[in-house]
Every structure is written in structure tokens, then in C-alpha cells.
T-cell receptor
Framework: KQEVTQIPAALSVPEGENLVLNCSFTDSAIYNLQWFRQDPGKGLTSLLLIQSSQREQTSGRLNASLDKSSGRSTLYIAASQPGDSATYLCAVRRNSGNTPLVFGKGTRLSVIA | GAVVSQHPSRVICKSGTSVKIECRSLDFQATTMFWYRQFPKQSLMLMAT?????????EQGVEKDKFLINHASLTLSTLTVTSAHPEDSSFYIC??????????FGQGTRLTVV
């Protein structure tokens, strides 16, 4: 059974810092991996999607890497801003069929102005 | 990205009543929708997989007679919480995707049973 772990559970940084969020998964046979952002009491916003054949994806100040063989992904946020404060969730998909995403518990990020 | 609309965003109901939550894919056809439940500071836990025109597949421990799922069209799935109890209070989120796209999520529904 796939298990997804995110470290740290919570993180507080001053504005402007670069930071890294970690995600690990126990079964490396994945189809893709997605990073999401969730604001309190809200739904999920997809940030980056990495296919299993890819090593990384970038969108603005966000960069996500994937090391499938070791079961790890990182989300790098450059020059953090208070508006980045949210919970970041990592999720993996097993195959291209009707398979759901398996989520980690998330990292709760606070960026202090 | 694609848009998934979930309604209502918040609902308060009395114990014993039923509540229906709608999930719509607005600009694409969703052959598959997923229903998740999220407790405070916890991750999303899959409740069931809903396929258009067929019965939903429920995860172990999820009562299918309590959480009724209907996926009657390619753009709409509904989750009905029947005979709701306070322990059913939670945040419910739906997700939709076409077979080859990434997953998109609704805004979530905060259910409070009093």
C-alpha cells in the first residue's frame, strides 16, 4: 500500500527566504506526482504535476523535482512571500487508469513579514 | 486549468437529516470523480471513486448506504450523507479528471452536523 510522507509537518520562515519541502513515497511505481496548495477551509489548487518520466517542473518561483527510484520529491520555493503561507500537499498517482491520488499529510507553511 | 465547482461550500444540518453535495466539472467531461474527506490538520482520505453510469467503488470502512454517490452524467457527481450524525462533520472535497488529465479539485464543503 502506497504511503506518502511529508517533512516537515510545519515550517515558519521570514519573508524572502528560499525553502524546501520534502515528500517521500514508499512505492516507486508511480504514474505521476502532484503538488497542491490548500488555504484554510478551502479546496486544493494544483501547483505542479510531474510525470514519472520527468525529473522536474518549474512554475514561477516554484520548482518541483522527482527522484522516482528513491521515492522522493521536493518542492522548492524561492524568495518566499507572506502570500505563500498555506498547507502544501504532495500526492502520487499509481497508474493512468481510474486510480485516485494518495496524499501526504502536508506541510503547513507560514511566511512571516 | 480546468474548473471543478462544488456546492455548497458550507452546510449545517440537524442530526438525522440528509445532505447532498454536488460536484461539477465546468469545462471538461469527467469520466471519473473522486470523493475525499479531510479531518482538521489531516490529509485527504479517499472515500470512493465515482464512474459515470456505474456504481461507485467505496474504500474499505466507508459505508456505501450512508454515503450515497451518484454520477449520472459526465459533468456531475453527487454525494449524499444520509442520516447525518455529529461524527460525520468534516470537510468533503471532490476531484475530477478526464482519463488523461491531471486531477482538479472542488472548493470543498464544510459539513457541520448539530
Amino acid at each position: 500500500k502506497q504511503e506518502v510522507t511529508q517533512i516537515p509537518a510545519a515550517l515558519s520562515v521570514p519573508e524572502g527566504e528560499n525553502l524546501v519541502l520534502n515528500c517521500s513515497f514508499t512505492d516507486s511505481a508511480i504514474y505521476n506526482l502532484q503538488w497542491f496548495r490548500q488555504d484554510p477551509g478551502k479546496g486544493l489548487t494544483s501547483l505542479l504535476l510531474i510525470q514519472s518520466s520527468q525529473r522536474e517542473q518549474t512554475s514561477g518561483r516554484l520548482n518541483a523535482s522527482l527522484d522516482k527510484s528513491s521515492g522522493r520529491s521536493t518542492l522548492y520555493i524561492a524568495a518566499s512571500q507572506p502570500g505563500d503561507s498555506a498547507t502544501y500537499l504532495c500526492a502520487v498517482r499509481r497508474n493512468s487508469g481510474n486510480t485516485p491520488l494518495v496524499f501526504g499529510k502536508g506541510t503547513r507553511l507560514s511566511v512571516i513579514a | 486549468g480546468a474548473v471543478v465547482s462544488q456546492h455548497p461550500s458550507r452546510v449545517i444540518c440537524k442530526s438525522g437529516t440528509s445532505v447532498k453535495i454536488e460536484c461539477r466539472s465546468l469545462d471538461f467531461q469527467a469520466t471519473t470523480m473522486f470523493w475525499y474527506r479531510q479531518f482538521p490538520k489531516q490529509s485527504l482520505m479517499l472515500m470512493a471513486t465515482s464512474n459515470e453510469g456505474s456504481k461507485a467503488t467505496y474504500e474499505q470502512g466507508v459505508e456505501k448506504d450512508k454515503f450515497l454517490i451518484n454520477h449520472a452524467s459526465l459533468t456531475l457527481s453527487t454525494l449524499t450523507v444520509t442520516s447525518a450524525h455529529p461524527e460525520d462533520s468534516s470537510f468533503y472535497i471532490c476531484s475530477a479528471r478526464d482519463q488523461n488529465t491531471e486531477a482538479f479539485f472542488g472548493q470543498g464543503t464544510r459539513l457541520t452536523v448539530v
